[in-house]
């Protein structure tokens, strides 16, 4: 029997009509065996307010085997790579079972952002700074949250400009000074008001 | 200052999380870490994700071995014949003397592919052939009162799975495959069930892997009755952990509370002789005092279908 596509077609379409687990799937690649999923980092964790983009591979023994997933948006976590967003997670290894779904399993990776398991670490450095500097580890974590998992603020950009061009500057001055500095405001109002 | 000290450590801390490391191709490094492993005491110098990688090889390599060596279910010959080059100067006469036993009451074995789902497999295929050979003694005609029943469990048997959390969209396709094998059962000769029950990732292996799902199911609507024979070393007994790592799980293999729970929820008997070493094999029948029409052998590890005749 050739890759059954049944059950994955099913999966996608429950997806698509979940709104409650809040987890998302994306289809990546025309035959469905690329996705990319989206989890959000749990209240209560250094990922609060955090969007995690999954790397999804379904494999060719798909339900029979896990899918291959890794973590896409750089994250702290003792059992994640910080290096390449490798997991460790059994049920993505050898306790994987076809009772288990995309969905299910992304809802295990929120729940293992919930509670690190230190003694089968995917990251040494991490898994070290978890357990002999906690607050640290917090930190650091909280640190990577702000600075790789925020979502980007849509029109950020364009608010910035509308309050350039309020000042009196033209708004090719303005788009071009924020593009030298590199997003920055600070730094285009003081380069527009030194007329650079 | 303290906190200014603090906060120095951890913008330090944080330097060092950022800080480029090496290990870019980490899939080439565990490669050769492996490579260069080639001794047992450098097991100890891999680390977690190196193991689990060479685990994983080592596992894979070994299924496929198995899958181009052994037939998911063989053919029926001889019980002496079929074990006795196996234990073939083996230091404990006891198992030379229990296969003679075996031999004089049985008839014939089939050898069940050595993959960690032989009981499900052997189970399964033993059962279905029974019902094969009932309804061609019927000919054309009705369903034997045995098939309608069983079809009206494996029926009823999804509602009670979706009870205790499974996802329809996980178990259905699983389900369906055996509800169509057993509504086929009238148009099935023993040779098409023989060659579909040996089909590599066709129906089998779902119909197989849907025994551990009724079983699962079983313990978990029974869990006060179920919950002492699955403790664990602590003493704690979670039975929806145990069906999640002893059960489910492909090729995880079968332990007698398993057996239990799959026999009663499709109110199926069956009869296991245990080989060990001691020279008398014992027989045990699920649940007590039924008379089955499944029989298996028992060996430390592993299932084979006997035959009585």
């Known amino acids: 029997m050739a890759f059954d596509r049944g059950r994955l077609k099913k999966e996608l379409t429950e997806l698509t009509r979940d709104t409650k687990s809040g987890v998302t799937v994306e289809v990546k690649s025309s035959d469905m065996m690329e996705l990319e999923g989206v989890i959000t980092g749990p209240e209560g964790t250094p990922y609060e307010g955090g969007t995690y983009q999954i790397g999804i591979t379904i494999p060719s023994g798909y339900p029979f085997e896990p899918p291959k997933m890794k973590f896409l948006t750089k994250i702290w976590h003792p059992n994640i790579s910080s290096q390449t967003g490798a997991i460790c997670l059994d049920i993505l290894k050898d306790q994987w079972s076809p009772a288990l779904t995309i969905k299910t399993a992304l809802l295990s990776l929120q729940a293992l952002l919930c509670s690190p398991e230190p003694d089968d670490p995917q990251d040494a450095q991490v898994a070290q700074m978890y357990l002999n500097e906690p607050d640290t580890f917090k930190q650091t974590a909280k640190f990577w949250t702000e600075t790789y998992a925020r979502p980007k603020e849509a029109g950020a950009e364009d608010a910035a400009v509308a309050r350039l061009v309020e000042m009196g500057f033209s708004r090719e001055q303005v788009v071009k000074a924020l593009a030298d500095a590199k997003g920055d405001e600070n730094e285009a109002v003081t380069a527009l008001l030194s007329g650079a | ?309």
Request: hydrophobic share 40%.
């Open chain 2, 1 to 309: 200052m303290a906190a200014g000290n603090d906060d120095e450590e951890l913008r330090k801390a944080i330097a060092a999380s950022l800080a480029e490391q090496p290990a870019a191709d980490e899939n080439a490094d565990i490669q050769r870490a492996i490579e260069a492993s080639t001794t047992p005491q450098d097991l100890n110098a891999l680390t977690a994700a190196e193991q689990d990688k060479l685990t994983i090889e080592q596992m894979n390599a070994i299924n496929d071995e198995i899958q181009s060596n052994q037939a998911m279910v063989g053919d029926r010959v001889g019980v002496a014949a079929a074990l006795a080059g196996e234990y073939d100067g083996n230091a404990n006469a006891g198992f030379a003397r229990g296969i003679a036993e075996l031999d004089g009451k049985y008839a014939s074995l089939r050898r069940v592919r050595k993959d960690g789902n032989c009981f499900y497999r052997g189970f399964l295929y033993r059962y279905l052939e029974h019902l094969c050979e009932l309804q061609a003694g019927r000919g054309a005609g009705a369903p034997h009162p045995e098939l309608e029943r069983v079809r009206g469990v494996v029926r009823a048997s999804k509602a009670k799975i979706l009870s205790v959390d499974y996802e329809e969209t996980a178990i259905d396709m699983f389900w369906e495959m055996l509800v169509e094998v057993l509504d086929d059962v009238p148009k099935t000769t023993l040779d098409q069930w023989h060659a579909k029950m040996n089909e590599e990732h066709g129906v089998a292996m779902h119909i197989v892997w849907f025994c551990r799902v009724l079983s699962a199911a079983q313990i978990k609507l029974n869990a006060d009755r179920f919950a002492p024979f699955v403790m664990d070393e602590t003493g704690a007994a979670d039975v929806a952990e145990f069906c999640r790592r002893e059960v489910e799980p492909v090729n995880h293999e079968c332990e007698q509370v398993q057996i239990i729970a799959l026999t009663e929820m499709l109110e199926i008997p069956v009869a296991i002789e245990y080989l060990d070493g001691s020279g008398t094999p014992s027989k045990l029948v699920f649940p007590e005092g039924a008379s089955p029409v499944v029989n298996l052998l028992y060996r430390p590890g592993h299932y084979d279908i006997l035959y009585e005749e």
